[in-house]
């Protein structure tokens, strides 16, 4: 159930910038989706539809854009894939100080109104 809460969230911080802008309408959305455990944006998009039904955001198209989780060298500053950093040392430097990056679960990036 994580896509329909991702879903959800999404729906609610687009209506709430649509509403901060005076909108009567929302025609499309472009949004970032994340997390340690990315959700599938198919489903995403499903709740989404599902949950803009009789709201302003009803028939908005979504554009919807995967972000992977990756990871930090904090010895040599290098950007890791998250699954080579799970082997607990940089290819780079070889330093077990690694930091997980891990983007937000949602970020609106734009809305057309």
Do not use: K
Request: glycine share 8%; hydrophobic share 40%.
């Amino acid at each position: 159930m994580h896509e329909g809460s991702v879903g959800h969230n999404l729906l609610h911080a687009v209506l709430r910038l649509a509403s901060e802008r005076g909108a009567q309408r929302v025609t499309a959305v472009r949004a970032r989706v994340g997390g340690l455990h990315p959700a599938d944006p198919e489903s995403v998009r499903y709740h989404f539809e599902r949950d803009a039904r009789g709201t302003f955001a009803e028939g908005a198209a979504l554009e919807i854009e995967p972000v992977p989780p990756s990871a930090r060298c904090l010895a040599c500053e290098a950007a890791l894939d998250y699954e080579i950093a799970a082997n607990g040392h940089c290819p780079h430097c070889g330093s077990a100080e690694l930091e997980a990056v891990v983007p937000s679960e949602v970020e609106v990036i734009d809305i057309q109104v």
